[in-house]
């Protein structure tokens, strides 16, 4: 079945520096869209990004990542982290004809100052 | 603004007692599901439904059930709670069409501690 790993489960990062969270994927499905949810203290993880275009950019909120089909892999980065984004992080995927979102198990970005 | 909302945030249930979970949305999406998360794992999908049609996942199709009895409204229900049943319970909605399918749009979780 279609899985996804996010092999870190802390990461801590002093402010300002840059960061990657790590995402993996394995599925079987052709047309799939990635996604990464972050999920703040006390609040409802919500969409920071998506995409389903291979090699393709896409930002938002000062974070990136690029769909890598050739190496399926979907890593989040951030050239300055702030404290602010201290919070815990999902990568997920979909089978975009179908409804089913498989997650990985989330990576904890803790931001010191 | 939240707009999908969990009744309640907390939830204390006792071995074999049956446990009901609410979830309701405003945006009027088709798709709502329920996601139990415990600790360093990842969210697992326990059931969506799709407009009135239930479809509940292979591995837990006999310890969940689901009322969906209007579009806004959702419940997970379990018959006889058990200590595995501790987690944070997510509920979600999404749209089926449109550049924006398959996004989830979550509550903030009902944290369910069996005793």
């Known amino acids: 079945g279609d899985s996804v790993t996010q092999t870190e489960g802390l990461v801590t990062v002093t402010e300002g520096l840059p960061v990657m969270l790590n995402c993996t994927y394995q599925t079987a499905y052709s047309d799939v869209a990635f996604f990464w949810y972050v999920q703040y203290l006390n609040e409802a993880p919500k969409l920071l990004l998506r995409s389903s275009t291979d090699n393709k950019r896409t930002e938002h909120q000062g974070f990136h990542a690029t769909l890598h089909k050739s190496s399926s892999s979907f890593h989040l980065q951030k050239s300055s982290v702030q404290l602010s984004d201290s919070a815990l992080y999902y990568c997920?995927?979909?089978?975009?004809?179908?409804?089913?979102?498989?997650f990985g198990s989330g990576t904890r970005l803790l931001v010191s100052p | 603004d939240t707009t999908v909302k969990q009744n309640p945030r907390y939830k204390l249930a006792r071995v074999g007692k049956p446990v009901n979970l609410i979830c309701s949305q405003t945006m009027n999406h088709d798709t709502m599901y329920w996601y139990q998360k415990k600790p360093n794992q990842a969210p697992k999908l326990l059931l969506f439904?799709?407009?009135?049609?239930?479809?509940r996942e292979a591995d837990t199709f006999e310890k969940f059930q689901s009322s969906r009895p209007n579009n806004s409204f959702c419940s997970l229900y379990i018959g006889s709670a058990g200590l595995e049943y501790s987690a944070m319970y997510l509920c979600a909605s999404s749209r089926r069409t449109g550049g924006s399918q398959n996004t989830l749009y979550f509550g903030a979780g009902t944290r369910l501690s069996v005793l």
């Open positions: 439904y799709y407009d009135k049609i239930l479809n």
């Open positions: 997920a995927l979909s089978d975009r004809g179908g409804y089913k979102v498989v």
